[in-house]
């Protein structure tokens, strides 16, 4: 059902406390991911190649789940459960990380919590929908981003800080961001309101097959197979940064700033697209993307590294 009232135009309870939760969860994603590739190639001593795996492996497993979690959430009718559920399965990996003492470990790690990415997102933007006008959708979807970069621009600075107090300590970092994992889980247990509904006998046959869905669809899922093809991990980029002169403990400091950059275009991005349509404004950030992995690759100095990951 809808929500007519917010604390802004279009932006619901169930909007604002799925923000609230995506900012604390990115917030404690953020204190590690930054660090982990350096953590893994010289504390851990893997390789490379090993990092690429490593995302490689968590980036297809959340994508995986999220075919099955949406199909489940719209079978049962139900949002909650699943989202509280991804989110705790995410969580509990924190310390596992800390905890780590080989690269397999960290790779395990990293497979549960995108599992609970996988589980989570799905629903979790299907209550968005149901809880949003159509003609706010866009906005709300845009705030939702925006609280999830915020988050991802504290993280970093988090990390910052305790690596000034525990130089070279990724471990005492890694523990710390279970704290904000647990304060995410309460929140979304706590306020995130759905009414129970009657699951019609229709419903309860979903299959997970693609013919309900018209040609254009289609045709946008076989574009974004193609680019996610091409897709590199952002921990690449972030080697990428070391290599040009980002030192070790700025490597934070620059993550924040990337994402304080997608916190203030976000909503008006996303807003943007309510009125000029969704087409243009994907084709445009994808044609920047492009760009810029086109400067890193012929990028000399880390004044290059700090100007590409602002574009980027």
Not at 87 to 93: A, F, H, I, Q, W
Not at 157 to 179: D, E, H, K, M, Q
Not at 213 to 239: M, P, R, W
Not at 266 to 281: A, E, F, N, V, Y
Request: aromatic fraction near 12%; charge should be positive; glycine fraction near 10%.
């Amino acid at each position: 059902s809808k929500e007519k009232s917010g604390l802004l135009t279009g932006i619901t309870r169930n909007v604002f406390v799925l923000g609230i939760a995506s900012f604390l969860t990115d917030a404690s994603t953020e204190i590690i991911y930054p660090l982990l590739p350096i953590f893994l190639t010289e504390t851990l001593k893997a390789g490379t190649v090993f990092v690429g795996l490593v995302e490689g492996i968590a980036e297809s497993t959340a994508s995986f789940f999220r075919i099955f979690s949406g199909w489940f959430s719209d079978r049962i009718a139900r949002r909650k459960v699943l989202i509280v559920s991804g989110y705790t399965l995410s969580g509990m990996t924190r310390p596992l990380v800390a905890m780590a003492g080989a690269g397999w470990h960290v790779l395990g790690a990293r497979f549960v919590d995108r599992i609970g990415k996988g589980i989570r997102g799905a629903p979790r933007d299907a209550l968005i929908a149901d809880s949003t006008d159509k003609s706010t959708r866009g906005k709300a979807f845009g705030f939702h981003r925006s609280m999830d970069h915020a988050g991802a621009v504290i993280g970093p600075i988090i990390a910052f800080g305790l690596l000034s107090l525990f130089p070279g300590n990724y471990r005492a970092v890694f523990w710390f961001a279970t704290i904000p994992a647990a304060l995410c889980v309460l929140t979304l247990a706590l306020f995130v309101q759905e009414k129970r509904l009657d699951v019609p006998a229709q419903q309860q046959k979903l299959s997970l097959s693609l013919k309900p869905f018209d040609k254009k669809f289609k045709l946008y899922l076989l574009i974004l197979f193609v680019f996610t093809l091409g897709n590199s991990s952002d921990a690449f980029l972030i080697l990428r940064a070391k290599g040009l002169g980002v030192s070790e403990r700025m490597i934070p400091i620059l993550w924040s700033m990337f994402h304080v950059v997608k916190v203030l275009t976000s909503t008006p991005g996303s807003t943007l697209s309510d009125k000029m349509g969704r087409r243009k404004i994907i084709i445009a950030g994808w044609c920047v993307y492009g760009l810029i992995y086109l400067g890193f690759a012929f990028a000399s100095s880390s004044l290059h590294a700090w100007s590409l990951f602002l574009l980027y």
